[in-house]
């Protein structure tokens, strides 16, 4: 093997190496793992089956256990925008100072409402404000609000019973009763049951009895009220 053919070998082989070494360089600095969760999370949607198809827990379940004390770890959140104090300066959000009952976007020494929230009417009740803190912007859209919302429903009864504390001290609602169905899933109950089953129960309540309700019907006209074959087989076994 002469010279040249040696030196083609080699900068063949150093090629090589200079190719391994980059690939290893590469995939030490660009190390994919696969992510914990997959996709990208896209707010206001939920997927199908997660926990969003769960039923909602009334905020009236959640105030009689919540921690006014956690409610104010909770509003530091808030802090940044808002004072709580009586007497507080507006920032760039009002002063909440005995906000729990108030007129919504009323007031708070002269603080420039959004047409959206000032719009929304009504007072600071228990569930309204149950609705803003979970998300502003579902609650009154187009509000100037820009704070996403607080996901978990204990924070939010945690917060709410702070922020009732402040110069509100409005009596908690009573929770609702333990297996009660609410009023529009009776509703929609009622609306599914069988035409025969809501006559049933008329005629039960008038003391008709329930059983006849099926043979109360009047043959047709020229209809025969017995049939002919059973008819001969009778006299047949008459004879």
Not at 24 to 36: L, N, Y
Not at 181 to 186: R, Y
Not at 194 to 206: D, F
Request: glycine content about 14%; proline content about 6%.
């Amino acid at each position: 093997m002469d010279n040249r053919t040696n030196t083609i070998a080699g900068w063949v082989l150093a090629g090589c190496g200079a190719a391994l070494g980059l690939s290893i360089v590469g995939g030490m600095m660009f190390h994919g793992e696969r992510p914990e969760k997959m996709g990208y999370a896209i707010e206001g949607v939920v997927a199908e089956g997660g926990e969003g198809a769960a039923a909602e827990v009334p905020i009236a379940s959640l105030l009689p256990t919540a921690d006014a004390a956690k409610g104010a770890e909770v509003f530091k959140k808030c802090a940044a925008c808002h004072t709580i104090n009586q007497g507080g300066a507006n920032g760039v959000g009002p002063n909440l100072y005995g906000t729990v009952g108030e007129e919504i976007a009323k007031g708070k020494a002269g603080y420039a409402f959004s047409s959206a929230l000032a719009g929304i009417g009504g007072k600071w009740d228990f569930d309204k404000l149950n609705a803003w803190l979970t998300s502003p912007r579902k609650f009154a859209p187009g509000t100037k609000m820009t704070f996403a919302g607080l996901g978990n429903a204990q924070d939010r009864a945690n917060v709410i019973l702070y922020l009732n504390q402040q110069g509100s001290n409005l009596p908690l609602p009573a929770a609702p009763a333990a297996g009660a169905a609410p009023a529009a899933a009776k509703d929609a109950a009622a609306k599914d049951q069988p035409a025969t089953a809501n006559a049933a129960e008329a005629a039960a309540t008038k003391g008709a009895p329930t059983a006849d309700i099926a043979n109360t019907g009047t043959p047709a006209s020229g209809a025969p009220s017995v049939d002919p074959e059973a008819a001969r087989k009778g006299a047949r076994s008459e004879k």
